[in-house]
């Protein structure tokens, strides 16, 4: 991909939420501002290359949809039907003139956060939970249809089929695009807080790509999450999903080796971890567990363990085990079963951990989730059976999209053949 093609699109995973979210604050339609913005981003990709990446990409991005939008109204015949949304006062004379000043003012300026009024816009109840997610993810997070499925354990053509079905509902419905009150607020909370926690998975370890990091997804989901916690500071389950995403970012760095290869948490070097992040976590976490918190706060537990150890032998693998088993009592998932039978057989030893990993082989969707093989292959490596676990090392590397993930499974086959090779590198 060429150098200005790359810089469209990351500054499009980036910026792509809080220029939606402006435009819908000011068009008061989602796919008119949706529009806009791939015109923007259509605009760069012709421009960019021939013009050069501008000093302050996001900025032009901005800039150009907002002259769009504004063309747009000089166009628009039911421009007088829009103009109390942009102008309620402005005097008849001046209609063509006011709201064109005015929305070129208002998309330069923040009201509240755009990114996280825009996520409580698209959790609407009249969407199914999944719908909420995966649209706000699509739209406030970036992320390609791809890269949710994945997250969702679903098919590429399943999840874009969802996301198109959101977008219909909210313009069939004619739903008014604007911030719930306090009320509904709260309600929508709970699909606000699995958004951020899926753009942060996502950041920490990405699904796709050359990437194995996104350490810009990891600062902006944690910082919608210190925005929740403002305005949110009683809710146990906001200090918890802050806990659990400060914890594992204070990991980020040492997730690499000096030459920018991908390292394993066995082999991390400790003294890497940001140690500010992992005392904010840990106070986070506490005063979640003192609001009685959830599944987020079960899981900065369980991360707790992980920071509070010298290393991986002293890891208090037994009580990750319990707090997974509580986890997977109160929030079920293959993946929390399948995190749960990783601890286990870190507690218990690899043939009680491989038990409990071949009970979850007939779960359709973990057929082709990679960190399944694995944590088999792993488990098998331990018991001697050496064949067996290069074959589940090769499988977990074949089942990955992303590419450090791909070669560190390739790395770990080689291993079994090679005692001189790396795993981690």
């Not at 590429?156 to 604007?178: F, N, P, S, V, Y």
């Amino acid at each position: 991909m060429p150098a200005t093609e790359a810089a469209v699109e990351a500054v499009w995973r980036i910026e792509s939420g809080r220029l939606v979210g402006a435009l819908v604050r000011i068009t008061g339609d989602f796919a008119t501002a949706e529009d806009l913005a791939q015109d923007a981003l259509e605009a760069a990709l012709r421009q960019w290359p021939r013009d050069g990446v501008p000093p302050n990409p996001a900025g032009w991005l901005m800039s150009t949809a907002r002259h769009m939008a504004i063309d747009r109204y000089r166009r628009d015949a039911v421009l007088r039907r829009k103009l109390p949304l942009l102008a309620a006062e402005v005097r008849i004379e001046q209609e063509w003139e006011g709201p064109m000043s005015i929305a070129d003012r208002t998309l330069d300026s923040a009201v509240d956060d755009d990114l996280l009024r825009l996520m409580f816009i698209a959790c609407h109840p009249a969407l199914t939970v999944d719908s909420r997610v995966a649209l706000t993810l699509r739209t406030v997070g970036g992320l390609q249809t791809r890269e949710i499925a994945r997250a969702f354990l679903v098919s590429e053509t399943t999840m874009g089929q969802r996301i198109a079905r959101a977008k219909k509902t909210l313009t069939d419905q004619h739903i008014a695009l604007e911030m719930p009150d306090a009320g509904e607020l709260h309600s929508r909370l709970a699909d606000v807080l699995a958004v951020i926690y899926l753009i942060f998975n996502e950041g920490y370890a990405a699904t796709v790509g050359d990437d194995w990091t996104r350490p810009a997804l990891c600062q902006e989901a944690l910082r919608l999450g210190r925005i929740l916690v403002g305005l949110q500071p009683d809710q146990a389950e906001v200090h918890g999903l802050v806990a659990l995403m400060e914890l594992q970012a204070a990991r980020l760095a040492a997730r690499f080796d000096a030459e920018g290869h991908p390292v394993l948490l066995a082999d991390q070097q400790r003294s890497r971890w940001d140690r500010l992040l992992i005392q904010r976590g840990l106070a986070a976490l506490q005063r979640a567990e003192d609001l009685d918190g959830g599944p987020y706060t079960l899981q900065a537990a369980i991360a707790a363990c992980h920071v509070r150890a010298q290393s991986v032998d002293d890891t208090d693998w037994t009580r990750i085990a319990a707090l997974y088993t509580v986890l997977a009592f109160v929030s079920p998932s293959p993946v929390v079963a399948l995190n749960r039978a990783i601890a286990v057989g870190m507690a218990e030893g690899p043939e009680r951990g491989l038990e409990l990993l071949d009970r979850l082989a007939d779960e359709a969707s973990l057929e082709r989730y990679g960190q399944l093989s694995a944590a088999r292959a792993t488990f098998l490596q331990a018991l001697g059976r050496i064949p067996e676990a290069l074959a589940e090392f090769q499988r977990a590397a074949s089942l990955a999209d992303n590419t450090d993930t791909r070669t560190i499974h390739l790395r770990q086959a080689a291993a079994l053949t090679d005692p001189d090779s790396s795993e981690t590198r």
